[in-house]
């Protein structure tokens, strides 16, 4: 997933990861819905959720085991825990009340 959001963002002028979107599908020019982008490796999830700016994104999807999720972002993060994507385009630890 991060190599392909390279490759996106490498081929956009002046690159970027395409117009700031907070879903996975519906916002044209996001990285999430481009072919070039995201959307090929979005299909088969549940109900990932998708966050960009231009220069960050992050995709979220709850696992099988509730309050578990796989997050991957734009710097790197790629692991299983309680982070989350969020507006800013990061994996970040939810705000509990």
């Keep these: 997933m991060r190599a392909q959001a390279e490759l996106f963002y ?3 002028v002046p690159a970027s990861y395409g117009v700031a979107a907070a879903a996975c599908t519906g916002v044209d020019g996001s990285i999430f819905t481009e072919a070039t982008g995201l959307q ?4 088969g999830l549940a109900a990932p959720v998708c966050n960009s700016t231009t ?5 979220s999807q709850e696992l099988s085991t509730a ?3 796989f997050c991957a972002d734009s710097t790197g993060v790629a692991e299983v825990g ?10 970040v630890a939810p705000i509990v009340p």
Excluded: H, R
């Design 40 to 43: 090929a490796l979005l299909v």
């Design 82 to 91: 309680t982070k989350v994507s969020d507006a800013t385009g990061l994996c």
């Design 10 to 12: 490498n081929s956009q």
């Design 67 to 69: 309050g578990s999720f």
């Design 55 to 59: 220069t960050t994104w992050a995709v």
